[in-house]
């Protein structure tokens, strides 16, 4: 049950990490030579996986220790003054990204609520 919450509090936390780095591309739309970041779950995920290498010979799973900010590469310019945001796609994930932590922290809510349930034993 505790590890439930860990996990979906790991989650959370990317989300909300997530949500900062695209309110910080929305802010520079108008830097020039801005390029945008963004945050992969897939970055995340390795970070806590907890696989064991049996062998030398096998594949590291976690690649590198820390989550890393990347410049994205969307291959196109959005204005005259080589600024690579594009508001509208950085708003759509913004909005998708509010969406997961608030479903997130409802599904915690609702964790904790069932505990404290078993716990007062109605």
């Known amino acids: 049950m505790f590890d439930e919450l860990d996990k979906i509090n790991k989650m959370s936390s990317f989300y909300f990490e997530r949500f900062k780095v695209i ?6 739309v108008n830097t020039p ?5 963004d ?6 995920f390795q970070n806590y996986t907890q696989m064991k290498l049996a062998d030398p010979r096998h594949i590291n799973p976690y690649g590198k220790e820390d989550i ?4 994205l590469e969307n291959g196109f310019l959005t204005s005259y003054d080589q600024n690579k945001v594009n508001l509208e796609e950085e708003m759509a994930k913004l909005a998708e990204t509010s969406i997961m932590y608030k479903t997130l922290v409802e599904i ?3 964790k904790l609520a ?7 034993g109605k």
Do not use: D, R
């Open 114 to 120: 069932g505990m404290k349930y078993a716990i007062s």
């Open 68 to 71: 890393v900010i990347k410049p």
């Open 23 to 28: 309110q910080g591309n929305i802010a520079n």
């Open 39 to 44: 945050l992969t779950f897939e970055e995340l």
């Open 108 to 110: 915690m809510k609702k």
């Open 33 to 37: 030579f801005y390029k945008p970041k």
